[in-house]
């Protein structure tokens, strides 16, 4: 089995700073690209960005320059800086990895639960 845990949602005032973690735990032979989707109440799920195993990045155009990805590797985790936050990045954000398992021969997607993104105006 694999997992992914999301932590360091919550409530934070525009302009404010979170920090969001991924850490993917299981039968995990390989990890490939690990990302972050959100989904404002009413609208559909979009990505955020995503990060490469060799630490290259992707953002979406509205979190460029206020979202930051870094990755750990020998933890199995990724992490997303948001900084400079709006009303708008209010969400439920959904940790994304493409997870190869031991004795498997390809990846596949796996989802986190998600955790809420609150920012006040």
């Known amino acids: 089995q694999v997992q992914l845990v999301e932590s360091g949602g919550g409530l934070v005032q525009a302009g404010g700073s979170l920090r969001l973690s991924c850490a993917a735990s299981g039968s995990i032979l390989r990890i490939n690209d690990m990302g972050w989707y959100r989904q404002a109440p009413g609208k559909q799920r979009e990505l955020v960005g995503e990060i490469t195993s060799g630490g290259v990045t992707n953002y979406a155009d509205s979190v460029k320059g206020r979202f930051t990805f870094s990755r750990d590797n020998a933890k199995n985790t990724v992490y997303l800086q948001m900084n400079s936050l709006k009303p708008a990045d209010t969400a439920v954000y959904s940790c994304?990895?493409?997870?190869?398992?031991?004795?498997?021969?390809?990846?596949?997607?796996?989802w986190g639960l998600g955790t809420q993104v609150t920012v006040s105006s």
């Open positions: 994304h990895a493409a997870i190869q398992r031991r004795a498997s021969y390809t990846a596949r997607g796996y």
